[in-house]
């Protein structure tokens, strides 16, 4: 399968421009668009999920035009939205085989193979007769993925699907989703570098609705061997250090302040000692050309 969007734009009625020009290309495997809250990563998602209209532009998945073919795009989508609601008082089972139902598995017999090989994948299967409300996060964003799969989706969308996780939960819903990219797009949005940089193929940087960046992680990493330098300093000599320098993050630690900095040039003198990069380097140093330095 082969999922491309060319030229999509769209700004809501209040003049918000939520995506501007947008041109990406996902293949089977997992893609990560990354971006700070209010990018344009939902905007897109829902958009490719014939959820809402663009204002213009294409969106094709293999030969089917999905801003138009809309029910035959559902058919082959699976969606976990960012705000995924459960109806606290049924059951696990009771619910995915309602969904499964509502999406057109048709048999009794059909659907509760369907479903406990669900919740078995997601590893709900022991927990199946408990009420959705009594779930942890972990568990409600498993069991979202499990609806998402009925009817074996060929293209699966997942809107931030790890924040609020712990990190156990984390880890077991990351080995999830990776079991799922082999015959599948899965386009994951997030704002935690780590979530791109641990399960995805390729991936997007997106930025007041703009794509900066879409190719493979490590060669984006790659990019930037030999041009990332760091040093502690003090907290009041910052303004000192960006006036001279590319600060691309910051980050305090122990009292000192550890700035990282960009330098596609000479090597910076001031003490600084040539640093490792990593795909944080390569999200701060597209966004700090879009955003204010001083809040990174
Ligand atoms: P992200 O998912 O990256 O946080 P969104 O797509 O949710 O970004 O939002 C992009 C921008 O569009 C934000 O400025 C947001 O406030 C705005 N926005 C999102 N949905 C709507 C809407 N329905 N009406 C108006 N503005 C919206």
Redo the contacts with the bound molecule.
Sequence with gaps: MLLSIEGLSKT???G????YDVNLTFGNGMFG?L????????????TIATL?EADSGSIRLDGLDVLKEKTRVRQLLGYLP?EFGVYPKITAQRMLDHIARLKGVGQAGERRDAVQALLEKVNLYKDRGKHLGTYSGGMKQRFGIAQALIGNPKLIIV??PTAGLDPAERNRFYNLLSQLGQNTIVIL?T?IVEDVSTLCSSFAI?C??EVLYAGDPEKAVNELDGMIYSKAIDQADISYYRNIYQVISTQLKGGKLHIRVLSGGAEPQDGFVPAEPNLEDVYFSNIATRVDVNTL
């Design positions: 809501y009625s209040n918000v421009r939520a995506l668009l971006g700070p809250n209010g990018a344009g990563k939902s905007s897109l998602m829902r809402q960012q809107d931030e949005s704002h997106i007041k609705g």
